[in-house]
């Protein structure tokens, strides 16, 4: 059974910091792995999508990167602002094609 | 192309009654499944489907049914609701292989 943990549960930082955020993963038979943030209250917001083949994936300030051998995922967000607080979610596509979640990192960026 | 739809968007239950949350995807695809969230649980697995006609439990499938009649639809069913199941629901979508996962944009429910 997949099991995908994510550290730190929670972050608080100043502005302006690059922060990296952590996501494990057990089975490394995996198809893809997903980035989303998610904002109180609301949806899931699509960041990165980085496949198997990969090993990297940015946008803008956010780079995605996997190591599936060593089952590990890290995103990096450049120059923190505060518009980047929320919770950011990492989830697993293995072989059931059913996505499997971590408990988010929860990230505040005060001004 | 309306991806994945949830319906409702916010619904209040007492105890004990039932309702049926609604999911429709118009991506053809074959794999759905249900989440619910909780306040620091990230998404936990309810049921799933990998394609018409076949379903599966996930993680905490306890209270809840699903069935897939068709390829488009995958409606979960509280059949005597408790608080217990407060919480907000996501359905998804997928294909196989690396294509990307499609969220809903999720249901709201309170059980009283």
């Known amino acids: 059974k997949q099991e995908v943990t994510q550290i730190p549960a929670a972050l608080s930082v100043p502005e302006g ?24 209250g609301k949806g ?16 803008g300030r956010l780079n995605a990167s996997l190591d599936k051998s060593s089952g590990r995922s890290t995103l990096y967000i450049a120059a923190s602002q505060p518009g980047d607080s929320a919770t950011y979610l990492c989830a697993v596509k293995g072989g059931s094609y059913i996505p499997t979640f971590g408990r988010g990192t929860s990230l505040i960026v005060h001004p | 192309n309306a991806g994945v739809t949830q319906t409702p968007k916010f619904q ?16 053809n695809h074959e794999y759905m499944s249900w989440y619910r969230q909780d306040p620091g649980m990230g998404l936990r697995l309810i049921h799933y489907s990998v394609g018409a006609g076949i379903t599966d439990q996930g993680e905490v499938p306890n209270g809840y049914n699903v069935s897939r009649s068709t390829t488009e639809d995958f409606p979960l069913r509280l059949l005597s609701a408790a608080p217990s199941q407060t919480s907000v629901y996501f359905c998804a979508s997928t294909t196989g292989g690396e294509e990307t996962q499609y969220f809903g944009p999720g249901t709201r429910l309170l059980v009283l």
């Open chain 1, 17 to 40: 910091e690059n922060l990296v955020l952590n996501c494990s993963f057990t089975d490394s038979a995996i198809y893809n792995l997903q980035w989303f943030r998610q904002d109180p």
């Open chain 1, 44 to 59: 899931l917001t699509s960041l990165l999508l980085i496949q198997s083949s990969q090993r990297e994936q940015t946008s």
């Open chain 2, 12 to 27: 209040v239950l007492k105890t004990g009654q039932s309702m049926t949350l609604q999911c429709a995807q118009d991506m």
